[in-house]
């Protein structure tokens, strides 16, 4: 018997989570962390901005406030990861010389990085947590994840 899942994740988790979920994707994606979250000032009022709400998230833990990021970049372009006032994720794509339109789509593709890494590892858990074993697993041509599972 077989069963085919397609998984459409709500992101709630709380601040490791999601950053766990951003270490993985951006590592895909050939962005690195940004250490010094000092240079985030530096020279931003020439750089091109463009904001994404993620819609269907939220950071369940009340102890981080809306200061928390995760800062990564890759060739001039910065992705800053950020709890917003409503308590959802948002990333903030910036960059020279890019248009806003470059920087939504590279935001987007992110995005959907990390999403994908989120709910791999919310499956992955969960399927360990009820003494299931992963058989066989791969990505496709399309990124799609593909796992397969024995359950006795």
Known sequence: MSTILVVTPIIIANWPAITAAVSAAISVAGFTVVQQAA???????????????????????????????????????????????????????????VSKAKLRSMGEQLLGKVTQQYAYHRIVSELKNRNMTIVDEHMTETESVKIRIRNW
């Open 39 to 97: 240079s985030l000032t530096a020279n931003q009022s020439s750089r091109t901005r463009e904001i994404i709400d993620i819609d269907e998230s939220e950071i369940l833990d009340a102890s981080v406030g809306t200061d928390e990021v995760l800062v990564v970049e890759k060739d001039g372009v910065r992705a800053t990861f950020r709890r917003d006032a409503r308590g959802g994720l948002q990333i903030c794509m910036e960059g020279d010389h």
